[in-house]
């Protein structure tokens, strides 16, 4: 099973809105809607940012939001603030596995 | 508050056995979710090694499944790792999660809580 595919980096100025995108295939992303994301910040574990395309767990600023078209799911980070800086991952279930993508670093200018 | 340790060797040989455990507080192993190991590697990106039930039910990343087994202790709320003939390949740091699993198919669909994960070095 192949990484999902994300652009390596994104960037934007506070108070700005940003998307990430994360592109797999049928098998993956377009086929379940299992689809999460994770921030990690240097040294840190991944934290859950939502999960099941766009669910946000309990504690999770409104300001992150998931969608999902075809095999391609993206999450919007609205109201960009110096603390979203981090590496941003997505995760989709498969038949056989967990995959993860291949990762997107924030940068806030 | 749900807490998850891993805990292990740091330094492990060439063709060696990588051996970890994670350690639940404060929550029941046993409980209805799954206990998954992912591991990233210095500077890139997540890979999902396996998951366990408290059953004993696994699933494993088909590309490391001849080398891993991932066991369970209900009765010291743990949970383990073992990867086989590790090469340098195998440095990486390694997580410990909980996954959350839809009734639809019985395995996570998403892992909500993490352990600050511990650094694996594969070196002579």
């Known amino acids: 099973q192949s990484a999902l595919t994300q652009p390596a980096s994104v960037s934007g100025s506070p108070g700005q809105s940003i998307t990430i995108s994360c592109t797999g295939t049928?098998?993956?992303?377009?086929?379940?809607?299992?689809v999460s994301w994770y921030q990690q910040h240097p040294g840190k574990a991944p934290k859950l940012m939502i999960y099941?395309?766009?669910n946000r767990p309990s504690g999770v600023s409104n300001r992150f939001s998931g969608s999902k078209s075809g095999n391609t799911a993206s999450l919007t980070i609205s109201g960009l603030q110096a603390e979203d800086e981090a590496d941003y991952y997505c995760?989709?279930?498969?038949?056989?596995?967990?995959?993860f993508g291949t990762g997107t670093k924030v940068t806030v200018l | 508050q749900l807490l998850l340790q891993e805990s292990g060797p740091g330094l492990v040989k060439p063709s060696e056995t990588l051996s970890l455990t994670c350690a639940v507080s404060?929550?029941?192993?046993?409980?209805?979710?799954?206990w998954g190991w992912i591991r990233q590697p210095p500077g890139t990106g997540l890979e999902w090694i396996g998951s366990?039930?408290?059953?004993?039910?696994?699933y494993y990343n088909p590309s490391l499944k001849s080398r891993v087994t991932i066991s369970v202790d209900t009765s010291k709320n743990q949970f383990s790792l073992q990867l086989s003939s590790v090469t340098a390949a195998d440095t990486a740091m390694y997580y410990c999660?909980?996954?959350?699993?839809?009734?639809?198919?019985?395995?996570?669909?998403?892992?909500?809580?993490w352990g600050q994960g511990t650094l694996v070095t594969v070196s002579s």
């Open positions: 999660a909980r996954g959350v699993f839809s009734p639809a198919w019985f395995r996570e669909t998403y892992f909500d809580y």
């Open positions: 404060d929550y029941s192993i046993s409980s209805n979710y799954f």
């Open positions: 366990i039930y408290h059953s004993g039910s696994t």
């Open positions: 049928s098998s993956d992303v377009g086929g379940y809607n299992y």
């Open positions: 099941d395309v766009s």
């Open positions: 995760s989709s279930y498969t038949s056989s596995s967990t995959v």
